[in-house]
């Protein structure tokens, strides 16, 4: 996967039958491509060459296995992990974008995500009597709903073009601006402008979406996307709606769990919406939304000399609940229901009623929910099915909920985290700056009896009991450990601010030349760190921090200053 992902803007094909156009570049030109794409491939379906030749996992993930029957377009998303070897440092946009973006939404560190739009219809002309290609996005970004739309737009296209048309779209992404958080962008493609906001921390929770802008213009009008990344989370969730809170307790607790569904689109799209469902925490866990036993790590994870591993895992193929039915929780989807009503639900059933080929739609589990359901939400929910209320209100109120449920469980959290920072007047230009204190798990819960989210969150239950076990889990390990970094660079920022804000004439009046110079290498370390870290410090800071160094250098003698200062 590396050696594709680092191939210039041409066409190239292996023995897999893949082809990647437009991918990462050393030359300059293509850095603009790079900050959003990470390369763009072709996969087609030989069948003299058959699976033999076909070791890359990025071949079996972009088609549908032989279970799903997939017959016309079909769009649905994976995810790999990066094959080993060191990773080049990325561009300073790409650092830039990650500082601004929700923590959720910031770039994949270790990880590829890739969209694919398949496309299998009969054709006489080929031996197997199927025409069956993809063409696959891969990027580091999780905008899927923007990377759904684009390849609405290029793949049909490129199917009847074929590759002149892919050079022509890689040549206009690299004519994008990029991703900056916090802005409204106009992406022109194939005859098509793309209007998108790109989410930023700015963003309240609640209106991430693209709020209605005047259009610059533009002709063509452009193509405006509510949202890069959101998906349709009522039509994800209706197979499983009585069983949300249930689903999220299992999400937030980061507990391992097989998602078996009819199709490459029904299975990616619920593990998105299961990983989504945390917003605006970051979702800390491994998660494929498509996996199949051709992926290099299914030994990984059908072990059984050890627990599952932390990981939300989308198949299509019923064999794997034979591999997996060790699996604590398994979450298994028909056939989506057509018609206008909602599907039928699944029912809670125990792990051990699993059948190795027959299981029938169902959460196979033994965990008990430490919360009570929320049978109101479910009533609001059923009554705007039947009055026809509009696909977009059902998703916002089941939204709404998600949200309200993740907040009252983090805010207690940040306010007892917010309680560890030093106190802004014990921080001291000429001392170092104090330490945080440290995060005592049975204070917290103490402090819960008189402040917990079971004073003001609708569903009530076991909320202590579900702390405990959040403690456990790789997403308390994971917010706190973002938390902690953030609020060190906090007090980095103070501490730098008050030695500007200092009288350093007066400072240096006693002082000895190796206190001075001691203090310039020091300054110069902090702007260093400012600007690397992009400590949340006005220029202005910065500009008298550096006008510190000149100073304090500008009272050394000569020699001393051509040392600091070499020609």
């Given at each position: 996967?590396?050696?594709?992902?680092?191939?210039?803007?041409?066409?190239?094909?292996d023995?897999l039958?893949?082809?990647?156009?437009?991918?990462?570049?050393?030359?300059?030109?293509w850095?603009?491509?790079?900050?959003?794409?990470?390369?763009?491939?072709?996969?087609?379906?030989?069948?003299?060459?058959?699976?033999?030749?076909?070791?890359?996992?990025i071949c079996?993930?972009?088609?549908?296995?032989?279970?799903s029957?997939?017959?016309?377009?079909?769009?649905?998303?994976?995810?790999?992990?990066?094959?080993?070897?060191?990773?080049?440092?990325?561009?300073?946009?790409?650092?830039?974008?990650?500082?601004g973006?929700?923590?959720?939404?910031?770039?994949e560190?270790?990880?590829?995500?890739?969209?694919?739009?398949?496309?299998?219809?009969?054709?006489?002309?080929?031996?197997?009597g199927?025409?069956?290609?993809?063409?696959?996005?891969?990027?580091?970004?999780p905008f899927?709903?923007?990377?759904?739309?684009?390849?609405?737009?290029?793949?049909?296209?490129?199917?009847?073009?074929?590759?002149?048309?892919?050079?022509?779209v890689?040549?206009?992404?690299?004519?994008?601006?990029?991703?900056?958080?916090?802005?409204?962008?106009?992406?022109?493609?194939?005859?098509?402008?793309?209007?998108?906001?790109?989410?930023?921390?700015?963003d309240?929770?609640?209106?991430?979406?693209?709020?209605?802008?005047?259009?610059?213009?533009?002709?063509?009008?452009?193509?405006?996307?509510s949202?890069v990344?959101?998906?349709?989370?009522?039509?994800?969730?209706?197979?499983?709606?009585?069983?949300?809170?249930?689903?999220?307790?299992?999400?937030?607790?980061?507990?391992?769990?097989?998602?078996?569904?009819?199709?490459?689109?029904?299975?990616?799209?619920?593990v998105?919406?299961?990983?989504?469902?945390?917003?605006?925490?970051?979702?800390?866990?491994?998660?494929r939304?498509?996996?199949?036993?051709?992926?290099?790590?299914?030994?990984e994870f059908?072990?059984?000399?050890?627990?599952?591993?932390?990981?939300?895992?989308?198949v299509?193929?019923?064999?794997?609940?034979?591999?997996?039915?060790h699996?604590?929780?398994?979450?298994r989807?028909?056939?989506?229901?057509?018609?206008g009503?909602?599907p039928?639900?699944?029912?809670?059933?125990?792990?051990?009623?699993?059948?190795?080929?027959?299981?029938?739609?169902?959460?196979?589990?033994t965990?008990t929910a430490?919360?009570?359901?929320?049978?109101?939400?479910?009533?609001?929910?059923?009554?705007?099915?039947?009055?026809?209320?509009?696909?977009?209100?059902?998703t916002?109120?089941?939204?709404g909920?998600?949200?309200?449920?993740?907040?009252?469980?983090?805010?207690?959290?940040?306010h007892?985290m917010?309680?560890?920072?030093?106190?802004?007047?014990?921080?001291t230009p000429?001392?170092?700056?104090?330490?945080?204190?440290?995060?005592?798990?049975d204070d917290?819960?103490?402090?819960?009896?008189?402040?917990?989210p079971?004073?003001t969150?609708?569903?009530?239950?076991d909320?202590l009991?579900?702390?405990?076990?959040?403690?456990?889990?790789?997403?308390?390990?994971?917010?706190?450990?973002?938390?902690?970094?953030?609020?060190?660079?906090k007090?980095?920022?103070?501490?730098l601010e008050?030695?500007?804000?200092a009288?350093?004439?007066?400072?240096?009046?006693d002082?000895?030349?190796?206190?001075?110079?001691?203090?310039?290498?020091?300054?110069?370390?902090?702007?260093?760190?400012a600007?690397?870290?992009?400590?949340?410090v006005?220029?202005?800071?910065?500009?008298?921090?550096?006008?510190?160094?000149?100073t304090?250098?500008g009272?050394?003698?000569k020699?001393l200053q051509?040392v600091?200062?070499?020609?």
């Open positions: 996967m590396d050696a594709l992902s680092r191939a210039g803007p041409r066409r190239a094909r023995h039958g893949a082809q990647c156009t437009g991918a990462r570049a050393p030359a300059v030109p850095a603009r491509f790079s900050a959003w794409l990470e390369c763009v491939c072709v996969v087609t379906f030989d069948l003299e060459l058959g699976q033999a030749l076909e070791k890359s996992s079996y993930l972009s088609f549908p296995d032989s279970h029957g997939c017959l016309g377009d079909t769009q649905f998303s994976f995810r790999i992990r990066q094959c080993g070897g060191q990773r080049s440092p990325w561009p300073a946009d790409n650092r830039q974008y990650d500082s973006a929700p923590v959720s939404l910031q770039r560190a270790a990880h590829y995500l890739g969209y694919v739009y398949f496309r299998q219809v009969k054709d006489s002309s080929v031996k197997r199927y025409f069956q290609k993809s063409l696959v996005l891969v990027s580091r970004l899927v709903r923007l990377f759904q739309a684009l390849l609405g737009l290029i793949a049909p296209e490129y199917f009847d073009k074929l590759a002149p048309c892919l050079e022509a890689c040549s206009e992404i690299d004519q994008w601006p990029a991703p900056v958080p916090g802005r409204t962008l106009n992406l022109p493609v194939v005859g098509v402008v793309l209007q998108v906001h790109i989410p930023s921390r700015a309240k929770p609640e209106s991430t979406s693209l709020k209605h802008c005047g259009h610059e213009n533009l002709v063509p009008a452009p193509l405006v996307l949202s990344h959101e998906l349709d989370l009522f039509r994800c969730f209706q197979p499983v709606l009585t069983h949300v809170q249930t689903l999220w307790e299992l999400m937030l607790l980061g507990e391992p769990l097989l998602v078996l569904a009819p199709s490459p689109a029904v299975s990616s799209e619920m998105l919406a299961l990983t989504r469902c945390l917003q605006p925490l970051r979702f800390c866990c491994d998660y939304p498509y996996f199949t036993i051709h992926d290099s790590e299914f030994k059908a072990t059984r000399t050890q627990a599952p591993p932390n990981v939300v895992l989308g299509t193929n019923p064999f794997l609940i034979k591999t997996l039915q699996w604590p929780h398994i979450l989807i028909g056939e989506p229901k057509m018609s009503g909602l039928k639900q699944v029912k809670l059933k125990k792990p051990s009623r699993l059948k190795t080929l027959d299981t029938k739609p169902g959460l196979y589990t965990y430490h919360l009570h359901r929320d049978k109101a939400l479910l009533t609001r929910l059923l009554r705007g099915l039947r009055r026809g209320r509009p696909a977009d209100a059902l916002a109120l089941l939204r909920h998600l949200l309200e449920l993740t907040q009252s469980f983090v805010v207690p959290l940040e007892y917010a309680g560890l920072m030093p106190l802004q007047e014990s921080i000429w001392k170092t700056p104090p330490q945080m204190r440290p995060f005592h798990q917290f819960l103490r402090g819960l009896q008189r402040a917990g079971q004073l969150c609708v569903p009530k239950g909320w009991g579900l702390y405990r076990r959040f403690f456990k889990s790789p997403h308390f390990d994971g917010w706190y450990r973002q938390r902690r970094r953030e609020m060190a660079h007090l980095e920022a103070l501490h008050a030695v500007c804000e009288d350093i004439k007066t400072w240096m009046k002082k000895s030349e190796v206190e001075v110079v001691d203090l310039v290498l020091k300054l110069r370390e902090k702007l260093v760190r600007q690397s870290h992009q400590l949340p006005k220029e202005e800071m910065l500009q008298r921090a550096q006008l510190h160094i000149e304090a250098i009272s050394l003698p020699d051509a600091l200062c070499p020609p």
